[in-house]
């Protein structure tokens, strides 16, 4: 067979694509290999959301310029974001790339590749492809997964946010038929998977319009309780204007629908979310929290958080603060602002200073890891459930997995009866930055 080295940057909708590629390459006789340099194709799926992802892709590339001159017949392909954003433009800047794809032709790149092999290189192909489904091949969809799997659920984004690429990188919203997704996930169950990850860009905007057989969010929700194997079930990433009574109603009714729920909120400034165009309050959203807390009480929050954005005081950015505090978010993912292009934003003044971005974005960091360490302080000394994810050797540790919060888990204890896959409880003893540490309690 021929190899293929597949390299991902970015969101977990990227991971789920390159895994996707590589299942589809393999039907075209292409076996994934961990060492560039015995690569016959290497495909690297692109993100394009921070500046600084873009120039890690291109120092990759650096990189491998010397292999595909020293063998001509290597094929070099840029997928994902930053190919869809910068289209042809990339080929002059890297002329001997072979193909150029946006996220919409991941279901093609059986097609592209052939087309190189006839001698039809370069591609470009960034349309992006109205139609909402995906292929699910009769070949087993997965190889080794885990016991977790991703599934897509909705591509592209409707919101707009002002200083986000995705409505222009993956396109308008298209929902996947809710039967084509159970089908999907029986394929995962058969294969191993003990839980599901649903994906989107918007995943809560499911369904709202496009679909042959109309299927709200929550109703997926409610479907994919009924099917047999699925023992934990959750979804990323949210958008709060999407969040619906029925949704939180869901947590209430689903008991493998895990108590953890990422809901970005950017900033704590009501007049920069309108800069944003986020299209609600800081008080709608602390309101929708407060709901969400009175019915489910045991909720694990995390969020994301941009600093210095064009205009951003410093009381507007210590009410972003404030907020992180006010909802004591167990985790976020904290960014200073970057103009990306074609975005709203980019017409604003980038006014606030590198190096004062920098001081709000280790500030957020900071109180973010005290909240952590408040919320992880809870657990110390109680059992907690874990799906086991992986063994590890490492500092005298069993096995790590992740408690219904998604808190990771790493535990000693339970080699002789345990295995990746198994759900077992663990007695928390110490908290060491994001993860718990504990020993294993029995079955
Ligand atoms: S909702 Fe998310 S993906 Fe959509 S435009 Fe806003 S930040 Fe981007």
Redesign the pocket.
């Known amino acids: 067979m021929k190899q293929v080295y597949m390299e991902t940057f970015g969101c977990q909708m990227n991971v789920a694509d390159t895994d996707r590629m590589e299942l589809l390459l393999f039907q075209s006789g292409y076996l994934r290999t961990a060492h560039v340099e015995d690569a016959d194709l290497v495909l690297v799926n692109t993100c394009s959301i921070r500046e600084k992802a873009e120039q890690k892709v291109f120092s990759l590339f650096g990189g491998l310029k010397p292999l595909k001159q020293a063998n001509p017949d290597l094929i070099l392909g840029v997928a994902g974001c930053l190919a869809q954003q910068e289209q042809s433009a990339l080929m002059a800047r890297m002329p001997y790339l072979d193909f150029i794809i946006g996220p919409d032709a991941v279901e093609s790149i059986q097609h592209i590749v052939h087309r190189i092999h006839q001698g039809e290189g370069p591609v470009v192909w960034t349309e992006f492809d109205a139609r909402k489904n995906y292929s699910i091949p009769e070949q087993p969809l997965v190889k080794d997964s885990g016991p977790s799997a991703f599934v897509n659920i909705i591509k592209g984004?409707d919101?707009?946010?002002s200083?986000?690429v995705?409505?222009y990188t993956r396109g308008r919203e298209k929902s996947r038929e809710a039967g084509e997704i159970y089908a999907e996930i029986r394929q995962w169950v058969d294969h191993g998977a003990k839980e599901i990850i649903l994906l989107g860009?918007?995943v809560n905007a499911y369904g709202k319009r496009g679909l042959d057989h109309p299927v709200a969010f929550h109703e997926l929700l409610y479907g994919i309780a009924e099917i047999e194997g699925v023992e934990r079930l959750r979804f990323t990433?949210s958008?709060p204007m999407d969040f619906t009574r029925e949704l939180i109603q869901a947590y209430c009714d689903i008991d493998i629908l895990m108590n953890h729920l990422h809901l970005?909120v950017q900033s704590g400034s009501n007049r920069i979310l309108e800069l944003m165009r986020r299209s609600h309050t800081i008080e709608w959203y602390l309101d929708l929290i407060a709901q969400l807390k009175s019915e489910v009480p045991d909720i694990a929050l995390s969020t994301d958080v941009i600093v210095g954005f064009p205009g951003e005081t410093r009381q507007e950015f210590e009410d972003t603060l404030k907020l992180m505090e006010q909802v004591g978010f167990n985790n976020s993912y904290m960014f200073a602002y970057s103009p990306r292009p074609n975005t709203p934003a980019l017409d604003m003044v980038d006014d606030i200073p590198h190096e004062e971005k920098q001081e709000r974005l280790q500030e957020t960091i900071q109180l973010q890891n005290r909240l952590t360490e408040e919320n992880g302080r809870a657990f110390l000394g109680r059992e907690v459930e874990v799906l086991i994810e992986n063994v590890t050797s490492r500092k005298g540790m069993s096995f790590k997995g992740r408690n219904p919060h998604y808190w990771s888990v790493v535990f000693k204890g339970g080699e002789d009866c345990l295995k990746p896959g198994d759900v077992t409880r663990v007695r928390v003893e110490e908290i060491s930055g994001h993860v718990l540490r504990g020993s294993w309690a029995g079955q």
Do not use: D, G, R, S
């Open positions: 984004c919101k707009f946010c200083f986000c995705v409505p860009q918007n990433t958008h970005p």
